[in-house]
């Protein structure tokens, strides 16, 4: 078990252009979530997963935001038509339940939009 | 809504100088609470946790909380810092039956060795 996993450690894109992150959780967690934090803030939901199914997506996940995870493991975040605001630090988690664990994060994802 | 409050941004100490941050939480209902912690360079890291029962939890690294509830706080302390406590710590809640973690703004530490 190497943690929760994703890819790229950095992206840096530009203004309108379309980017897709990677998230691998803990092989036995059900749940996944996403998490964004920008500088000076912590982090933020945006949305989660109990395996293949998404239960709950903030208001901070625009139209131009989509997340799946197809097979209940690994899970991808898609930001279209990026914008300068969508900058920051884009974080995943885990759990296996949510009663006995914590979350098990990831080390994120962070993204420049220039 | 639902908030997380931590009022220190940042705090530096001397090394062996007592800790104790601020966390007060917005919830309606019954909530679980939690520590994190940030070392320059990682991830987030869970530091300690409550769910329910004795309200003083004791995490690793020699810190502890205590979940006040009619203050609506959950204070962190440790007895003696070391400069390897260098980061960031952060709060967080969730209703205790819900998934989604909120999250304070996070609490600075700096440790002079």
């Known amino acids: 078990d190497t943690g929760v996993s994703q890819n790229p450690r950095h992206k840096i894109t530009k203004r309108g252009q379309n980017v897709t992150f990677r998230c691998d959780p803990i092989s036995e967690h059900n749940r996944l979530y996403w998490y964004r934090q920008t500088l000076g803030q912590g982090p933020e939901f945006l949305t989660y997963?109990?395996?293949?199914?998404?239960?709950?997506k903030s208001r901070l996940l625009s139209d131009r935001f989509s997340a799946e995870r197809p097979k209940g493991s690994f899970s991808t975040l898609e930001i279209q038509r990026t914008e300068q605001g969508d900058s920051a630090m884009y974080l995943c988690?885990?759990?296996?339940?949510?009663?006995?664990?914590?979350?098990?994060f990831g080390s994120g994802t962070r993204l420049t939009v220039v | 809504a639902q908030s997380v409050s931590q009022h220190n941004h940042h705090v530096i100490l001397s090394e062996a100088a007592s800790l104790e941050l601020g966390c007060n939480y917005s919830?309606?209902?019954?909530?679980?609470l939690f520590w994190y912690v940030q070392y320059p360079g990682q991830h987030l890291q869970l530091l300690l946790k409550y769910f329910s029962g004795d309200p003083l939890v004791k995490g690793i690294k020699g810190f502890e909380a205590e979940f006040i509830k009619s203050k609506f706080s959950f204070n962190l302390r440790k007895p003696s810092v070391q400069w390897s406590d260098t980061a960031e710590y952060f709060c967080a809640a969730r209703r205790s039956s819900g998934d989604k973690l909120t999250f304070g703004t996070g609490t600075r530490l700096a440790v002079r060795p």
């Open positions: 919830y309606g209902g019954t909530v679980n």
């Open positions: 988690a885990s759990s296996f339940d949510r009663l006995s664990y914590g979350y098990t």
């Open positions: 997963f109990q395996n293949e199914a998404q239960l709950e």
